[in-house]
């Protein structure tokens, strides 16, 4: 069975300082790992996605994410945060390497203040 | 290029009236997914498609609810007679394939349903 848990439902952060947003995952075989991100009145967008290649995965925006078996994280990290990356985002795993199986997590609210 | 497209975008109505939601996949995508926002249960899975076909309904809450997929550029979810729990936001996604590769999902702007 595979799991994902976000272990910070809300994360503020001051304009050009560093975001951290955290997440666990539960996986029986090696999980291909994603993180999306939801703007307000949006669809969801993928940011980066980790399918066992390298582990320091690249994302848009500035957007990075290391994925670490010994730890079971993927936490997703950004240098300098903008006000534009105010945002909800979604750490989402699938383990059967099928796109209908992929579980989402709860949501990290990032808010970014001047 | 035109994204995943969803009509209504809002949708107010009243129980037990009949509810239809559409999408327009990405041309060439081949998968399409239905998914369920709300702010108990996050996003949940309804149904897949697959080159049109059903591939996985096991998310679809109960009979009230149906989904079809007439052809590979429209799929359409259908409530009836539709309940004060079924409001939601309501996301259509594609993707270019889906078995075997864990790829982008690109999301519709989603459909906001109330039901009074």
């Known amino acids: 069975a595979q799991s994902v848990t976000q272990l910070d439902s809300h994360v503020s952060v001051s304009e050009g300082t560093p975001v951290l947003l955290r997440c666990n995952y539960s996986?029986?075989?090696?999980?291909?790992l994603f993180w999306y991100v939801q703007h307000p009145n949006k669809g969801l967008q993928l940011l980066l996605k980790?399918?066992?290649?390298?582990?320091l995965v690249k994302g848009i925006n500035g957007f990075e994410a290391e994925f670490k078996k010994s730890e079971t994280s993927f936490h997703l990290t950004k240098p300098s945060a903008h006000m534009s990356d105010a945002a909800e985002y979604f750490c989402?795993?699938?383990?059967?390497?099928?796109?209908?199986?992929?579980?989402f997590g709860t949501g990290t609210r990032l808010q970014v203040t001047l | 290029d035109a994204g995943v497209i969803q009509s209504p975008r809002h949708e107010v109505t009243e129980m037990g009236q009949e509810v239809t939601l559409r999408c327009k996949p990405i041309?060439?995508?081949?998968?399409l997914f239905w998914y369920r926002q709300t702010m108990m249960r996050g996003l949940e899975l309804l149904i897949y498609?697959?080159?049109?076909?059903?591939?996985?309904d096991s998310g679809m809450p109960e009979d009230r609810f149906s989904a079809k997929m007439p052809n590979a550029s429209f799929s359409t979810l259908k409530i009836q007679p539709s309940e004060p729990r079924d409001s939601a936001v309501y996301f259509c996604?594609?993707?270019?394939?889906?078995?075997?590769?864990?790829?982008?999902?690109?999301f519709g702007e989603g459909s906001r349903l109330t039901v009074l």
């Open positions: 996604a594609s993707s270019l394939r889906a078995v075997f590769d864990p790829g982008e999902l690109f």
């Open positions: 996986s029986s075989y090696s999980p291909s």
């Open positions: 980790y399918t066992s290649a390298a582990t």
């Open positions: 989402v795993v699938s383990d059967t390497g099928t796109a209908s199986k992929l579980t």
């Open positions: 041309s060439g995508h081949n998968s």
């Open positions: 498609f697959n080159n049109n076909v059903p591939i996985d």
